[in-house]
């Protein structure tokens, strides 16, 4: 009979491809995690990773089974955190896809007073790599509870997509640029500029890339940026390109000139989870404070 520990054996493996990894994030020695899979596969009758490449990968088999597997262990700890008001304390785990930049919504301070107020709730904290629009179909399968989502270029009907906040994307470059006397700015007028930006995955790279098209013009970014502002304003300083930011983030630096442009571009951040039905009492609260803590931005 299939344990549901080797379910979080196997959605350990699948989410890292990496028995290694998946080891330390298990909290097992490498062998039992092998050995664990290999009964799982036994029980199942079918191989559910494919080992013949240096990278493992799922198979046909893999895939389908992971789906279920989400939903399995997010019913067990729904089940598991349901009970906690008897216990008179709120716990459980809330998996939190995290962004590069919170504009001016003040992300860490929501975390510490959730924190504060909810001592034993365990927070894990992503930051994707290839953009957060990868986290909807995380959300979707069930290994993220909660994502802030970056201009989503999709609004899965499973999830519950609320605006956080939103606020005009600037032009930014050094102070002895030709353009920084300006104090509004064409889009057509940067075609020529070598722009610092974010990889095309990213929700700020997709927001530009489509405000350049419809202008009827191609940007040109030359450096490729998969890091926060600091670092994009560090190269604006330095004279490798200009940018672009949100509002909130280019008065941080104070260094570089912000210009406004023309016809604005928004830029917008959400809050995507499952609805609040399927959430667990953890991932609400915490749902809750961050959205409190945006309501406090809007009103400011």
Sequence with gaps: MVELRQIEHFVAVAAEMSFSRAASRAHV????????????????????????????????????????????????????????????????????????????????????????????????????????????????????????????????????????????????????????????IELTDLADEEIIGFPPNFGLRHLMDDAFHAAGVHCQTQYEVPAGFATIAELVTNGLGTAFMPSSEARRFPDLRPVELTNPVTWQVYLASPPVSQMTPATARLAGTLLDAAARVRSA
């Design 29 to 184: 020695v490498q062998s039992a995690l092998s050995t664990s899979i290999a009964k799982l596969e036994r029980e199942l009758g079918v191989q559910l990773f494919d080992r013949s490449r240096q990278q493992i990968s799922l198979t046909a088999a893999g895939e389908r089974f992971r789906s279920h597997a989400y939903e399995v262990l997010r019913s067990a700890r729904a089940a598991t955190e349901s009970i906690c008001e008897f216990r008179g304390t709120l716990s459980g785990t809330v998996e939190f896809g995290s962004l590069i930049s919170f504009g001016p919504l003040d992300v860490a301070a929501a975390l510490g007073d959730f924190h504060r107020a909810h001592p034993h709730v365990r927070l894990r904290l992503h930051l994707s790599q290839t953009g957060a629009s990868t986290y909807l179909s995380n959300l979707v399968e069930g290994s993220l509870d909660l994502a802030l989502v970056s201009v989503p270029n999709r609004f899965p009907p499973q999830l519950d997509m609320r605006l956080m906040f939103e606020e005009p994307m600037v032009y930014v470059c050094p102070e002895s640029h030709p353009l920084a006397a300006n104090t509004r």
